[in-house]
């Protein structure tokens, strides 16, 4: 047996058996699988990296309208390329925990008012220039800008002053926030010479590759970083196309076009597992896959409609022929069990009589106008027609309108009144809900504004007893999945696939998509 399992652990360093195999293939061997998952953890981990080469990236998301503004990156392939050229202070780690990136330590006070960060020395920008302890100050200042538009916004703003004391940037606060430096690891706040001020979407930063071509929602091309002060990035050369056309996109890994890709459709991930060049990888998390009502925009400004709606949705349906069993039931909250403070409450189910009720207690008369694209998420317009099929058992009548791909995240989320749309989730619960629910937050994209739910958030930021914050969030879920525009029918499993061609693909990390964004630093080409 003990020949088996070091085979088995050489194909998993060699990239040529994917987690799901090596598990299957222990149990056979009776081995449980606790201590399987052990294994093959450090068999991924102990793997060792080859130096050179190219990986090509399949990526879904990216539109001719993205700008390389980090403020203003809204998709996947945006955050890829934020993770190639540029580093926030601080990034969380395989196990959800927090490392270190621009700032190589920091402390909070006991209060968790004042927050110290230590920013490393001797680091430069991709132009030369050394990176200073102001460089932060202008960078953080700028997103706290409302003209900047940032998509960080709604995390800075209970920032009361940003300050250099030496080689420390000093973080004072207007109320205590125990996750403050979870809010710091936002992707959007990456680390610009003076703050990306003058220049924010010249892509000057710390990560270890620097852009070389850029062909907006096309093809972008990366060179390591000579100069990169880590111990990220193996392959010479990152090369990301955008594919935002699900089959086309597995195509291209199928051919050898790409190496890796993101968002395997969950209807044929089995088949695209059976190829002897393909791995599929599968990571749960806290990534949810909605349709969302504007709670200011006629009709959605009645919630009788918007709990017509959400009762007239067959959640499992969704779960069964859109995820194919990748993902689990949503319950109308951005919150699953992969937050730490989750608690559990009634679910929602699928209740046509329900629905009729509040519906006609709205009084709304007339279809409601759904937009959808499946640059929203995969299977999204599949999706739309099963919601409109049960809502018509509540009378309900949904129009569907197929938008573009290129420009959805632009044109469409966060303009229009109800449209289907993704979030990958955040690290904790409050900067989930401060980036999406606090009524200031420039990205809150259903516009829910609550006091009720703004006081309960700003409380649990200075809770620091733990059983009192996990009801905090719990009352907060309560408010938003009564009163609130979002319906979330689904969280999604991560399906992600990778050609035998390269390796270091390491399942279970936490965040976001392709290794919370970092598979193209930490994968090589092999030999």
């Not at 850029?214 to 990366?222: I, S």
């Not at 089959?247 to 051919?255: E, K």
């Not at 966060?414 to 690290?427: E, H, I, K, L, V």
């Not at 319906?487 to 270091?504: K, L, W």
């Amino acid at each position: 047996m003990n020949d088996q399992i070091a085979f088995m652990t050489r194909c998993v360093t060699t990239g040529r058996m994917t987690r799901r195999e090596f598990i299957g293939r222990s149990a056979a061997l009776g081995i449980g699988a606790a201590m399987a998952n052990t294994i093959y953890a450090q068999a991924a981990r102990a793997a060792d990296p080859v130096m050179g080469g190219t990986i090509k990236l399949g990526m879904q998301g990216g539109s001719t309208t993205d700008s390389l503004d980090p403020a203003l990156t809204t998709n996947a392939a945006g955050l890829m390329l934020l993770r190639l050229w540029g580093e926030p202070l601080v990034e969380q780690d395989d196990d959800g925990g927090l490392q270190g990136k621009v700032a190589e330590s920091y402390e909070g006070s006991d209060d968790a008012v004042t927050w110290r960060f230590r920013i490393r020395k001797g680091i430069t920008f991709s132009n030369g220039q050394e990176v200073t302890p102001d460089d932060v100050v202008a960078t953080l200042q700028r997103h706290s800008d409302d003209e900047s538009k940032s998509g960080a916004l709604g995390l800075m703003r209970d920032i009361k002053d940003i300050r250099v004391d030496g080689q420390d940037v000093v973080i004072e606060l207007n109320a205590a926030n125990a996750d403050l430096p979870y809010l710091m690891s936002d992707y959007h706040l990456l680390i610009q010479p003076g703050g990306g001020k003058g220049a924010p979407d010249a892509a000057i930063g710390t990560g270890p590759y620097i852009l070389k071509d850029v062909d907006m929602g096309v093809r972008f091309v990366a060179e390591k970083n000579p100069n990169y002060w880590g111990d990220l990035g193996y392959a010479d050369t990152i090369e990301i196309l955008v594919i935002n056309d699900d089959t086309a996109r597995v195509a291209a890994l199928q051919s050898g076009q790409v190496d890796l890709i993101d968002r395997v459709p969950p209807r044929t991930a089995g088949l695209v597992a059976r190829a002897p060049n393909i791995n599929v990888h599968k990571t749960s998390g806290p990534g949810h896959y909605v349709f969302i009502m504007h709670c200011d925009t006629a009709p959605f400004d009645n919630n009788d409609l918007r709990l017509a709606l959400k009762y007239a949705m067959n959640r499992q349906e969704m779960v069964d022929k859109i995820l194919f069993g990748y993902g689990s039931v949503g319950n109308d909250t951005p919150i699953n069990a992969s937050y730490p403070l989750f608690s559990e409450m009634e679910q929602r189910t699928y209740d046509p009589e329900k629905a009729a009720f509040h519906y006609k207690k709205s009084g709304h008369d007339g279809s409601v106008l759904l937009r959808t694209s499946d640059n929203s998420f995969p299977g999204a317009p599949d999706a739309a027609a099963l919601f409109q099929q049960s809502a018509k058992a509540a009378g309900i009548d949904i129009e569907i309108k197929r938008e573009p791909n290129d420009g959805y995240w632009s044109e469409v989320w966060n303009a229009q009144p109800f449209c289907t749309s993704y979030w990958g989730g955040r690290p904790t619960q409050d900067q989930m809900y401060s980036t999406a629910y606090l009524s200031t937050a420039d990205w809150n994209d259903t516009r829910f504004k609550n006091e009720q739910f703004d006081q309960i958030l700003l409380a649990a930021r200075a809770e620091l007893d733990q059983a009192k914050r996990k009801q905090m969030y719990a009352d907060m879920g309560k408010i938003v999945h009564d009163e609130g525009g979002l319906i979330c029918p689904m969280f999604n499993d991560f399906v992600e696939a990778s050609s035998t061609r390269v390796s270091g693909f390491i399942e279970g990390i936490p965040g976001q998509i392709l290794m919370n964004g970092y598979a193209p630093h930490r994968m090589w080409v092999n030999a």
